[in-house]
């Protein structure tokens, strides 16, 4: 991967492609878009960025928390490292927290909004998802660090704890085991910045650009009511929901998400503006 150094700290970053601009914010699977980087349906006619958000395998790791305003700084700044002055922006669980967060702070960067299944632990059952998480904390604090994120994916992706690496090998080889190296900056940094991400309806109607929020048919209770409360708060939204899948929709089916991220896109094309 390529290096940028913003906001005084270096980030790892790659483009494949041609065509309009669109951002890939990872969550705490930080190559978790590497399946779409290789959907013709956006490789064909699209520009894709993806990168390590700070505290992420070889980007800068710095003390946290580091708030999701931070995290969409450092996108912004990537962005115009590259000379890209408005984009398609599209992020994952945490990732699509920065991209919202980036559509508010930098209006004119943000052409369109992609959400695939947005984290927003402010909700009613954001307290039951902790509660959920509570083992992975724990096996945290005692040094267990592949204990911790079979247990936390476990509860992300509905599946039994010693079901996680299996899966994850399968899908995305090394991903797993990237987690584990990186349990510090996901309990350390990127939860408690995100537990401190205010979020509410105010935000949410703030936001000018189109926004896709993409939902897997089988997720969990968490993510199906963000979702409501995003089709109840922003101003433009379409929905789109993959079947047969849950929090792990673009790893688990790549293809369709492709699908209904391309098809978004081309409705909303950067030349409008």
């Known amino acids: ?31 978790g878009f590497l399946p779409l980087m290789t959907e013709p349906a956006l490789t064909d006619r699209h520009q894709l960025i993806r990168y390590h958000k700070r505290g992420w395998v070889g980007s800068t790791h710095t003390a946290g928390p580091v708030s999701v305003a931070d995290h969409a700084a450092d996108a912004a700044a990537l962005l115009d490292h590259l000379g890209v002055l408005s984009a398609h922006v599209a992020g994952h669980s945490s990732g699509a927290a920065v991209a919202a967060q980036l559509a508010l702070d930098h209006p004119g960067t943000a052409h369109t909004l992609v959400l695939l ?13 902790f509660a959920q998480a509570g083992p992975a904390f724990e096996a945290y604090g005692a ?32 991903a797993f085991a990237q987690s584990v190296k990186d349990a510090d900056t996901l309990f350390g940094v990127e939860l408690p910045g995100l537990g401190e991400w205010g979020f509410g309806a105010e935000q949410a109607a703030a936001i ?3 926004v896709l929020s993409v939902l897997g048919n089988g997720t969990q209770p968490l993510w199906v009511e963000v979702a409501a409360f995003l089709r109840s708060s922003l101003p433009h939204v379409d929905e789109g929901t993959i079947d047969g899948v849950g929090h792990l929709l673009h790893i688990e089916r790549p293809e369709p ?17």
């Not at 150094?5 to 914010?25: A, R």
């Not at 299944?117 to 998802?129: C, D, N």
């Not at 994120?149 to 899908?171: K, M, Y």
């Not at 098809?263 to 030349?271: E, W």
């Open 208 to 210: 000018e650009c189109p």
């Open 143 to 174: 040094g267990d660090h592949d204990g911790a994120i079979a247990s936390f994916l476990g509860v992300v992706g509905g599946l039994d704890p010693s079901a996680v690496r299996p899966v994850l090998d399968s899908l995305l080889p090394g």
């Open 257 to 273: 998400v492709a699908r209904a991220i391309a098809s978004f896109l081309g409705r909303h094309p950067i030349t409008d503006r």
């Open 1 to 31: 991967m390529d290096i940028a150094t913003v906001n005084g700290i270096e980030l790892e970053y790659e483009v494949i492609g041609s065509g309009e601009p669109v951002l890939l914010i990872s969550p705490i699977l930080p190559d």
């Open 117 to 129: 299944e947005l984290s927003l632990f402010s909700v009613p059952s954001g307290e039951a998802f």
